[in-house]
């Protein structure tokens, strides 16, 4: 069986056309390819804010970054709030200074062995639901 090159013997383009034969050739390349020479009209006609950086970001330093703990690992913090004297019992309940130890963010996940008031900057609707969220920092146990 003869082969097909055989036939295109003499032939600049084998039927194929000026460089059809590889790649994207006749279209100038795939995909945005030439942007910046040959396809650089198209470019400012159809994606005008393709190249250049775009928007705004917020330096490191500036954002905040919350800590936050669950209600179910408050049982598991005691020793170390009582180490920061940030912890007091009033009968049965435990009194608690979350922001000593730089918690500011309260997550009603998780359950607890015993009934809680904390003062915390922000607690979740669920949060508030389990334990009892303070105004106002408690005042530190009297020696």
Excluded: C
Aim: proline fraction near 5%; aromatic fraction near 6%.
């Amino acid at each position: 069986m003869v082969s097909r090159t055989r036939k295109f013997r003499g032939s600049r383009t084998h039927g194929r056309g000026i460089k059809a034969g590889r790649g994207a050739g006749k279209q100038g390349g795939r995909g945005n390819a030439g942007l910046h020479k040959y396809k650089f009209k198209s470019m400012l006609i159809y994606a005008p804010d393709h190249f250049g950086r775009h928007g705004f970001k917020r330096p490191r330093e500036i954002i905040a970054k919350h800590q936050s703990i669950n209600v179910g690992q408050l049982d598991g913090i005691a020793p170390y709030l009582s180490a920061a004297q940030a912890l007091r019992r009033d009968g049965e309940k435990w009194v608690a200074n979350l922001s000593a130890l730089g918690i500011d963010r309260l997550l009603g996940g998780g359950d607890t062995a015993h009934t809680w008031s904390v003062y915390v900057a922000h607690a979740t609707k669920h949060a508030r639901e389990k334990v009892e969220v303070l105004k106002e920092p408690p005042t530190a146990p009297a020696p």
